[in-house]
């Protein structure tokens, strides 16, 4: 499967976000899906993770109660929303998928990765 995200940008504390990752190649249900961010100079950090049935969904610690991750089969995509966003939220966002079937943040579970998206928060 190939990944490609979009909905990236410049955007104000406060403000909300949706990203949007799109798959192609194999079939899309197979994959439990996650979005990773790295800020720069530092280490990639987990955000969000949704199982292949999308009854499942694992959020880390800095967004979670501030965002939601999603599917959506028909249209082989997957999104992560962000609310009040902040500062440190600044970062490349990277969608990722892993044949795990479950919702992990085990970063060495994903094996597929897109090309990322910048977010950049500031006023």
């Known amino acids: 499967v190939q990944l490609a995200e979009f909905g990236g940008g410049l955007v104000q504390p406060g403000d909300s976000l949706r990203l949007s990752c799109v798959a192609s190649?194999?079939?899309?249900?197979?994959?439990?899906m996650g979005w990773v961010r790295q800020a720069p100079g530092k280490e990639r950090e987990f955000v969000a993770s949704?199982?292949?049935?999308?009854?499942?969904?694992i959020y880390g610690d800095s967004v979670e109660g501030r965002s939601t991750i999603s599917r959506e089969h028909t249209k082989n995509t997957v999104y992560l929303q962000i609310t009040n966003l902040k500062p440190e939220d600044t970062a490349t966002y990277y969608c990722?998928?892993?044949?795990?079937?479950?919702?992990?943040?085990?970063?060495?579970?994903?094996?597929?990765w897109g090309q990322g998206t910048q977010v950049t928060v500031s006023s």
């Open positions: 990722a998928a892993a044949r795990t079937g479950y919702a992990t943040l085990r970063l060495s579970q994903y094996n597929i």
């Open positions: 949704i199982s292949w049935s999308g009854r499942s969904t």
């Open positions: 190649g194999d079939p899309f249900l197979n994959y439990t």
